[in-house]
């Protein structure tokens, strides 16, 4: 655990309890059996990621993210996410705003200058990313792009 918002804690998820985030990744990526999953997600661990998870009181997985890590020639270090996906019953969408208020202070914590996030057309990501200093584009395999500077400045990717 390290970071926490009044009813929900961020944790970071080990290997033995990737499972427990199976149902919800497979509502962003339903071709992957739980044991791609698993496999998948150990890589990811292996090359300096790691999987990241909004928890309940109950124990129960509100909210899951895959990050990573990479160099990139002209953008520098950056988080990359591969997997955002969360529960949630409001539409103010409290659940992902904490996931992602939880990469951005990841990101420097990795020694990252910025965040980019993939995710489905027509996926939402919270206002406060919404700004100015983000930038979204198509791409061919029917996902988008979004990317940010951790502070403050524009990377596109």
Not at 29 to 55: D, R
Not at 68 to 92: N, Q
């Amino acid at each position: 655990m390290w970071f926490e918002m009044p009813g929900l804690t961020i944790i970071d998820l080990e290997p033995d309890e990737l499972a427990r985030a199976w149902p919800l990744v497979r509502i962003v990526s339903p071709w992957l059996n739980p044991e791609a999953w698993q496999g998948s997600a150990e890589e990811l661990m292996a090359h300096g990621g790691g999987v990241i998870s909004v928890v309940a009181p109950d124990g129960c997985l509100h909210g899951v993210a895959t990050y990573e890590p990479i160099d990139k020639s002209r953008a520098g270090r950056v988080l990359y996410v591969e997997t955002l996906v969360t529960f949630e019953l409001s539409r103010r969408a409290p659940v992902r705003q904490f996931l992602c208020d939880s990469l951005e202070r990841l990101a420097p914590a990795l020694g990252c200058d910025a965040i980019a996030v993939s995710m489905p057309v027509g996926g939402s990501v919270p206002k406060s990313w919404r700004s100015a200093d983000w930038l979204a584009g198509a791409r061919s395999d029917s996902r988008q792009a979004a990317s940010r500077r951790c502070a403050p400045r524009l990377l596109f990717s």
